[in-house]
C-alpha cells in the first residue's frame, strides 16, 4: 500500500465502511492506474479530490468492495451506531448505491436501448439498498418497476440493429429471465401439457369403448341352424356299421344341441 491513503477511502476506513483489506487493495489499485495514466485502461479511475460517497461508488463499481460483502455490513450498522452517526453512514451507503445504479442506467441510454424518458423514470426509482452491479441488472431492474415493458424488451431483443454492448446486454437479461422463470410459463410448457392432456383422454376414451363393446359380444346369440343332412349320415353310418343278420328295423332321431326333438 502506497505511504498516504487517498482522503476519502481513508475516511470510509474510519467510518467502518470498509476494512483495512479493502482500503490496502484500493490504494494498490491506484497506485497502477498512476503508472497507466497515458493508457486507455479500462479500469474506472478514482479522482483525487473524490467525496466519500464517489469513492464508495468507484469501490463498488470495480468490485474492490464485493457486493454480498457490503450490503450485510450496511444492513448491520443499526447494531454499531445510532443516532446522527448511524444516518450518516446508511446515507453514504445510499448515495453510492444510487450513483453506481444510476451510472448502469445510463449505459443503457448511451447504447440507445432505452429512450430518455426510461432514463428519467428508472432514475426516480433507482434502489438504494441494492446494487445494479451491470446494465443487464438494470434491464432487469426497469422491467420490473415498468419504465421497460415486455413488448418493449422484445423489440430490443429481435431488433436487427445497435451495437455489440447492446446485444450482449439484452442476450445476457434475456437469459437471466429464462432461467428465473417458473416452469409453468416458460415456453413449450402448455404446449406440451395440452398434448399430455390429449393423449391421456384418447387413451380413456378407447378403454371405455373396449368396456362397453365386451358386453354387448357377450350376449349376441346367433339364430339355431337346421342342419337336414345329420339324419341321413347318421343313418348311413349306423346301416355301415349293422352286423350281419340283425333286424333292418331300425329307428334314427337326431337331435342338435338345443333344440326339441320331434314328436315320433
Do not use: C, K
Not at 454499531?80 to 441510454?109: C, F, K, M, P, S
Not at 415486455?150 to 423489440?155: H, K, Y
Amino acid at each position: 500500500m502506497t505511504a498516504h491513503a487517498h482522503p476519502a477511502l481513508a475516511e470510509l476506513r474510519q467510518l467502518g465502511l470498509i476494512t483495512a483489506t479493502e482500503l490496502g487493495e484500493a490504494m494498490d489499485e491506484l497506485a497502477i492506474l498512476a503508472l497507466d495514466e497515458e493508457d486507455d485502461v479500462d479500469m474506472p479511475r478514482l479522482d483525487a479530490d473524490a467525496g466519500l460517497a464517489d469513492a464508495l461508488a468507484w469501490l463498488l463499481r470495480t468490485d474492490l468492495l464485493p457486493q454480498d460483502a457490503f450490503l450485510p455490513r450496511v444492513r448491520d450498522l443499526a447494531r454499531q451506531h445510532d443516532g446522527a452517526a448511524l444516518l450518516e453512514r446508511q446515507r453514504l451507503a445510499a448515495d453510492a448505491l444510487r450513483h453506481v445504479n444510476r451510472l448502469a442506467v445510463d449505459t443503457l441510454y448511451e447504447e440507445d436501448l432505452i429512450n430518455q424518458w426510461q432514463r428519467d423514470a428508472a432514475h426516480a426509482s433507482l434502489p438504494a439498498d441494492r446494487l445494479l452491479a451491470s446494465p443487464i441488472a438494470a434491464v432487469r431492474e426497469m422491467l420490473a418497476q415498468g419504465s421497460l415493458t415486455p413488448p418493449q424488451f422484445e423489440a430490443l431483443r429481435t431488433r436487427q440493429h445497435g451495437s455489440e454492448l447492446a446485444r450482449i446486454i439484452i442476450d445476457g437479461a434475456a437469459r437471466q429471465l429464462r432461467r428465473e422463470r417458473p416452469a409453468h410459463a416458460r415456453p413449450g410448457t402448455w404446449l406440451l401439457a395440452a398434448l399430455l392432456l390429449l393423449a391421456l383422454g384418447l387413451a380413456g376414451r378407447a378403454i371405455l369403448s373396449r368396456q362397453a363393446m365386451a358386453p354387448r359380444a357377450a350376449g349376441i346369440e346367433g339364430p339355431a341352424i337346421e342342419r337336414g343332412d345329420l339324419q341321413p349320415r347318421a343313418a348311413h353310418a349306423v346301416e355301415s356299421a349293422r352286423v350281419p343278420g340283425a333286424g333292418a328295423d331300425l329307428s334314427i332321431t337326431v337331435v342338435q344341441d338345443g333344440a326339441t326333438p320331434s314328436a315320433r
